[in-house]
């Protein structure tokens, strides 16, 4: 699909990557602006973001998305013309939508970000940690609540995260969009490697600690 009569803004994480990603882009919409995320350079800059998150009016979670020149950004854009649609990828990304008044908006859920940190201050090793993990949570379930109406529908990966959004944010619109893969491209018949037995190949990224999670429990 190609997007067209628009620009897009964006912001990310890696900024090793921003060039593939700049081009990949550019193969389906014009990029407008582009301002990558200086929280994600080091870790202590994350660190020092959730200690101030703790005495903010939006939690880390939100905070770590956003930026004044990116704010500054989208506003400007979204004077100089009107999207049928604005597209928020993440709850992160959600502080940007005040600029899209009388425009439809779409947010797309890639976790249910309050029941994870549930999930997380359960399963945290010290009594700290559980605490912060636990005040994180029931600010960022307020946020999601507080901001759900804003969006014309809301975009989550499985029928479960749709449950647990609703149960969250009564009356919202949820639609499920599964994660998928294309498995003619991604087709191990292609590439002839010798078999082995009990092995595992695990595809991510190690920072994120639901993935770092998952490979320690494998």
């Known amino acids: 699909m190609r997007i067209t009569g628009g620009a897009a803004v964006a912001i990310y994480i890696n900024q090793t990557d921003l060039p593939a990603a700049i081009r990949a882009l550019e193969a389906v919409c014009e990029v407008g602006i582009v301002v990558p995320n200086p929280t994600s350079r080091n870790r202590s800059a994350e660190l020092m973001l959730a200690a101030r998150s703790l005495f903010t009016r939006r939690p880390y979670t939100v905070n770590w998305g956003f930026d004044r020149e990116l704010d500054r950004e989208v506003a400007s854009e979204l004077r100089r013309f009107r999207p049928d649609i604005v597209h928020f990828d993440t709850l992160a990304m959600a502080p940007y939508a005040q600029h899209c008044s009388g425009m439809p908006c779409t947010l797309t859920h890639h976790n249910i970000e309050s029941d994870m940190l549930d999930r997380r201050a359960v399963h945290e090793q010290t009594p700290?940690?559980?605490?912060?993990?636990?005040?994180?949570?029931?600010?960022?379930?307020?946020?999601?609540?507080?901001?759900?109406?804003?969006?014309?529908?809301?975009?989550?990966?499985?029928?479960?995260?749709?449950?647990?959004?609703?149960?969250?944010?009564?009356?919202?619109?949820?639609?499920?969009?599964?994660?998928?893969?294309?498995?003619?491209?991604?087709?191990?018949?292609?590439?002839?490697?010798?078999?082995?037995?009990?092995?595992?190949?695990?595809?991510?990224?190690?920072?994120?600690?639901?993935?770092?999670?998952?490979?320690?429990?494998?």
């Open 128 to 218: 700290l940690q559980r605490l912060y993990f636990h005040q994180e949570a029931i600010r960022v379930r307020t946020y999601e609540r507080a901001g759900a109406s804003r969006f014309a529908a809301h975009l989550v990966c499985s029928a479960l995260d749709a449950e647990r959004l609703v149960a969250t944010c009564a009356g919202v619109r949820a639609e499920v969009v599964p994660n998928g893969v294309d498995v003619q491209y991604f087709d191990p018949s292609l590439v002839p490697v010798p078999r082995r037995t009990r092995t595992i190949v695990f595809a991510g990224g190690l920072r994120w600690y639901p993935i770092l999670s998952a490979v320690q429990f494998l």
